[in-house]
């Protein structure tokens, strides 16, 4: 995955849940060294969303 144009290994997870009979597909994208979640993306039934990690300046 390039995140802020660093390529970063990532650990892609696809889960559905019960609450639309399986029609709402969550991807994770998990950083393989932090383990925190850099971006999700959500698609149902053709409407998708995505969210992406921003981490604020100190």
Known sequence: ???KQKEV??????VT???FDNTAIS??????NTRKILQQD???RGRKM???LIEARN
């Open 9 to 14: 290994a990532v650990w892609k997870v696809e």
């Open 27 to 32: 991807t994770y994208y998990i950083d393989q």
């Open 42 to 44: 959500i698609d149902f």
């Open 50 to 52: 995505s969210m992406e």
């Open 17 to 19: 849940d019960d609450i």
């Open 1 to 3: 995955m390039n995140l």
